[in-house]
């Protein structure tokens, strides 16, 4: 039987009292904290009347489109950057230059360039995750010991297949690395949608501020929070099956 | 001459591995290297292999230069610290010898199925590498080596954190397997016994710059209780302290 998280659990039952003893004392203003009454009204108004689904469907796929074309570019290009120094001496430093920019900086430019549209949102998270993922994957590759390649050499592999054994080398990294990648993707996507966007989960919260909304503003937060939860649980709950081999107990 | 090691010279920066360093393994033959450690035996197995490539000297493989050599061919190299591919079972980790070669599948099969029996790896063919203890690990990591079919071994104390039975058993598997296929194999060890057991002949090392200050036949003594055996080991043990 699967164990249950009891510090968790305790903590959010004591959450939820604290929270219905502060409204219900008159702790707290409506403006700033929404009674747990009203936001479960604003979550069922906002699914049966506008179309918070298609919101939330809006950023994931954003999400997982950005993270997508970074991992598909950026493992490949790590692993030639690994392989070749003078690619790593061109590209290294502009990689490290791209990744200290702040991501919301870079929303005009990408409004200029790409519109309001998808593409700029894409593009935006994509340049928000990809010059870190491909950072960390080359971390990773530098941590290869040097006894892989020793054996690798012996076995007289071509490029390609180098490439290929250090790529199955850094998988489980690279898997983790993606983990901790796509939650920065959930923090871009919402600034993204907060500036210029018509639809998303950051779209509806700048609504819903407009109009001082205050349930509403909590819905989205709260949703974010359970999307990020639910994606890192994911990610773990499938790592056994993705690497049994790493799972498994030694002799 | 198999390997031929002609006035190697080998610096770290002001450190001097190797001056005009010469030594030569005949075809079919184990030289032990045995001498104090940071006398450069790692160093000269790298040298030979190709692994570095940055030495003066000149060291001919079967009649050729070794860069020109490991062009075409590969030295099979076993080291202390094991490694091997985790992702893969114990069978695929063996079979990845033979990526690139034109090997047929029966004949893998006869061999992977050979060297998991011999290395007492049977019924763990299917295990993945972290599923295996230590000693079992490095008997994979042999077990590759050989079923490379190189024509040269070097191994870089491979054996040192096995306990004595997997020891033995794998110093008999390996001197085995070169006799039989006719292999040529260096092999660094700090056990004396190991080094008599293993080769036909240990060369004795110095502190750097290192030099092969003796070698020593062993004429392929098998029984460490004889006579022989012992004498041998005193002599090892003699020049070592000189």
């Given at each position: ?36 009454k ?5 979550f ?107 054996l ?8 390609f ?21 796509i ?5 871009y ?31 989205g ?19 056994p ?11 | ?16 591995v190797?001056?005009n ?24 197995l ?78 763990f ?70 080094a ?47």
């Amino acid at each position: 039987m699967k164990r249950v998280n009891s510090p968790f659990l305790v903590s959010s039952i004591l959450i939820v009292f604290l929270w219905v003893l502060s409204k219900n004392l008159g702790w707290i203003n409506d403006l700033f904290l929404p009674t747990p009454k009203q936001l479960l009204t604003a979550f069922v108004s906002l699914f049966s009347e506008h179309d918070f689904l298609d919101d939330i469907i809006a950023s994931v796929l954003r999400v997982f489109s950005a993270f997508f074309f970074s991992a598909i570019i950026a493992i490949p290009l790590a692993l030639l950057m690994f392989n070749n120094k003078t690619l790593r001496q061109i590209l290294a430093p502009y990689i490290d230059f791209i990744r200290y920019l702040p991501v919301p900086a870079l929303i005009p430019l990408t409004i200029l360039f790409f519109g309001i549209g998808e593409t700029a949102k894409i593009v935006l998270l994509f340049i928000g995750t990809f010059f870190q993922l491909i950072l960390l994957i080359i971390d990773d590759l530098d941590e290869i010991p040097k006894e892989h390649f020793y054996l690798t050499y012996s076995l007289k592999l071509n490029g390609f297949q180098e490439m290929w054994y250090m790529f199955r080398k850094t998988l489980p990294q690279i898997y983790d690395n993606s983990r901790i990648t796509i939650g920065w993707c959930w923090t871009y996507v919402i600034i993204a949608e907060l500036v210029a966007s018509s639809s998303g989960i950051g779209h509806m919260i700048k609504e819903a501020q407009r109009f001082s909304n205050t349930p509403n503003m909590y819905a989205g937060i709260i949703t974010m929070g359970i999307i990020g939860f639910g994606t890192d649980f994911l990610f773990k709950k499938f790592y056994p099956s993705f690497f049994r081999y790493k799972m498994k107990a030694k002799m | 001459m198999m390997i031929e090691i002609q006035g190697l010279t080998k610096r770290f920066g002001q450190l001097v591995v190797f001056e005009n360093f010469n030594l030569s393994i005949r075809k079919g033959e184990t030289v032990a290297l045995v001498g104090p450690s940071g006398c450069g035996k790692t160093t000269l197995l790298n040298c030979v292999t190709g692994l570095d490539k940055n030495y003066d000297g000149q060291i001919l493989i079967n009649g050729l230069n070794s860069k020109e050599y490991l062009q075409e061919k590969r030295i099979s190299i076993v080291l202390q610290r094991y490694s091997n591919f985790e992702w893969q079972t114990i069978n695929e980790n063996i079979r990845s010898a033979f990526v690139n070669r034109n090997i047929t599948s029966e004949e893998q099969e006869k061999t992977i199925n050979n060297l998991i029996e011999r290395t007492g790896l049977l019924g763990f063919e299917n295990s993945y590498i972290n599923e295996l203890s230590g000693g079992m690990q490095q008997r994979v990591a042999v077990a590759r080596a050989l079923a490379q079919s190189n024509e040269i071994l070097a191994f870089d104390e491979p054996f040192g954190s096995l306990d004595i039975e997997n020891r033995s058993s794998l110093q008999i598997l390996f001197r085995e397997q070169i006799t039989k296929k006719n292999l040529t194999a260096i092999f660094i060890t700090h056990d004396i016994e190991e080094a008599i057991l293993v080769s036909e002949r240990i060369a004795i090392l110095k502190k750097i710059p290192s030099l092969v200050t003796k070698i020593i036949e062993t004429n392929n003594i098998t029984d460490k209780y004889s006579q022989e055996f012992n004498s041998l080991k005193e002599e090892v043990e003699k020049t070592l302290k000189l």
